[in-house]
């Protein structure tokens, strides 16, 4: 159970000398400034029916810059009340070109910097491929859970040994794209998440499988956004809105009051493309 945010640029301003100015996301704006911004909801952010409030067990950012290069930083604690985070928050606002932001209310995993997010993902010894970050609030179960696990270990992902269901889950994803060609990316992970869809719809009834399955992924290419969940729709949310400058944000929650936000559509990946306007969208149930 978890609040997510992602942001993405769009196209890059051009300097009177003719080159691309450098990344510039309002990162601090979603994140500490806005008037339900990422941090705020720490303490006032939805829960699921009969839950205590906040989502304070650890928070996380994490980003690419233009370069294709990461930087996360987590801690465990709420990020209300902690300076890291804004200094964070503001670090990300002078390169990041994709951007994901998680507050963690744990439902699978101990309480560790370790299970905070967003997990970095990155190709195994001897294989090619780009590093991933993923943020998910849902809690993965039973049969559901195993099958990552096992595929996990098939694949040799150290991931599929962790406590937490969304380790498990970013190392069967880095399993199943992070060495595909960038352009090939969003129709692999589209088909990788039908098949985990198919899996979880075995045990027939979904809650038995999952809460949720909303996830934000960054690769340096863009941001991959999924909708899914088995009940309370409520609070399993994601919504987008464009940026005015270029690109997109995305929430669990609306961060501003600004107009354009729209929940994205159950069983809908989309991918933001970063540095360009492109969106493609697959429906995957």
């Known amino acids: 159970m978890c609040r997510l945010l992602g942001l993405v640029t769009g196209p890059p301003e051009i300097s009177p000398a003719g080159l691309p100015s450098s990344a510039s996301l309002p990162s601090w704006q979603h994140c500490v400034g806005a008037p339900h911004a990422l941090r705020h909801q720490a303490e006032l952010g939805k829960v699921p029916p009969d839950n205590p409030p906040g989502h ?157 399955i909303n996830l934000l992924i960054a690769a340096p290419e863009g941001l991959y956004a999924l909708r899914q969940f088995s009940k309370n729709a409520d609070y399993y949310t994601l919504s987008a809105r464009p940026l005015s400058g270029g690109g997109w944000v995305l929430a669990s929650e609306p961060t501003d009051t600004e107009p354009g936000w729209e929940a994205l559509r159950p069983g809908e990946l989309v991918f933001y493309g970063a540095n360009h306007s492109m969106v493609e969208k697959a429906i995957l149930v």
């Open 56 to 212: 304070e067990d650890s928070w996380g950012v994490g980003w690419f810059d233009t370069a294709g290069q990461i930087s996360l930083l987590r801690q465990v604690g709420s990020a209300q009340g902690s300076a890291y985070f804004v200094f964070a928050s503001e670090a990300a606002s002078k390169n990041a070109c994709v951007f994901l932001g998680h507050l963690r209310k744990a439902s699978c995993g101990a309480i560790t910097s370790d299970n905070a997010h967003p997990v970095r993902v990155d190709p195994l010894e001897g294989q090619s491929g780009d590093s991933l970050l993923v943020i998910h609030n849902g809690t993965l179960k039973g049969g559901l859970l195993g099958w990552l696990r096992s595929e996990g270990e098939r694949a040799g992902r150290p991931e599929a040994l962790s406590d937490s269901d969304t380790v498990v889950l970013a190392g069967w994803l880095a399993a199943e794209i992070g060495g595909v060609a960038t352009e090939k990316r969003p129709a692999a992970l589209a088909q990788a998440l039908q098949r985990l869809l198919a899996q979880a719809a075995l045990e027939g009834d979904p809650t038995r499988s999952y809460t949720g």
